[in-house]
């Protein structure tokens, strides 16, 4: 399983910061799941969750004993981002000595936690999620290696831009991805790029693809998602 795939786990024992966070990253494209204390934290955690936002201060176990736990007796390496109104020098060296990865300040921008959170999935995601020489996906092949696409053999010329985001989806058939999800995984060092910009591209390929457009659609108010159909 892809890290960027696995559930984010959300523990606060605010109500409404646990609401907030779930909603913003869900429509951001993540899997979330949340806990109301560090004690049920550590009963839900699994191999499925690949990263944890983790409140500091909280009623019976607090984040930073939370994080030695699993640091020091689960010997868990799953990425954790401390959320806390705690923001001293002092607050984020021992954050970071029980074994954070980041530490955001409260209160805190929905945008930057989200930032954030891509950032440290990024960070952790191991080499060996490199992606294969040779995607076959219905009658459409596309070679990684010499970045050329092939639908019933015949040879088809895109774009730098378009192969990048045809192999990108076609690399993950099923998983939505949305606008903001392609600017940043393909426009990471542009200032800034509309949403147009990725439309424009996407009916480009879909052109070009001919018979095997149906490959790549749109889900209203979601993203674009790639399917090969039979």
């Known amino acids: 399983m892809l890290i960027m795939e696995r559930k ?18 869900e429509n951001a494209g993540f899997n979330v799941e949340c806990a109301s204390s560090a004690e049920e934290a550590l009963e839900k955690l699994s191999p499925e969750h690949g990263l944890i936002l983790l409140d500091v201060m909280m009623g019976g176990m607090s984040g930073f004993a939370m994080a030695e736990v699993l640091r020091n007796e689960r010997n868990s390496s799953i990425p954790i981002i401390f959320l806390t109104a705690k923001s001293s020098e002092n607050d984020l060296l021992t954050g970071f ?4 990865d980041d530490y955001i300040p ?11 959170v891509r950032a440290v999935l990024r960070r952790m995601a191991p080499v060996e999620e490199k992606l294969p020489d040779m995607l076959e996906c219905g009658r459409l092949k596309i070679d990684l290696e010499t970045k050329m696409a092939y ?17 990108l989806l076609a690399s993950h058939p099923g998983k939505i991805y949305s606008r903001e999800d392609l600017i940043n ?12 910009t990725v439309d424009v591209h996407i009916a480009r390929i879909r052109s070009k693809l001919g018979e095997c457009k149906v490959y790549l659609t749109n ?3 979601y993203g674009y998602i790639f399917n090969p159909v039979d």
């Open 8 to 25: 984010i786990l959300i523990v606060d024992d605010e109500a409404d910061i646990r609401e907030i966070l779930q909603f913003n990253l």
């Open 97 to 100: 000595s029980s074994g954070g």
């Open 106 to 116: 409260k209160p805190f921008s929905i945008q930057e936690v989200i930032a954030r």
């Open 151 to 167: 639908v019933d053999g015949e040879k088809i010329t895109f774009s730098k831009k378009e192969f990048e985001i045809l192999a």
């Open 185 to 196: 995984e393909l426009w990471k060092d542009a200032p800034y790029v509309l949403d147009r």
């Open 219 to 221: 889900r209203s108010g």
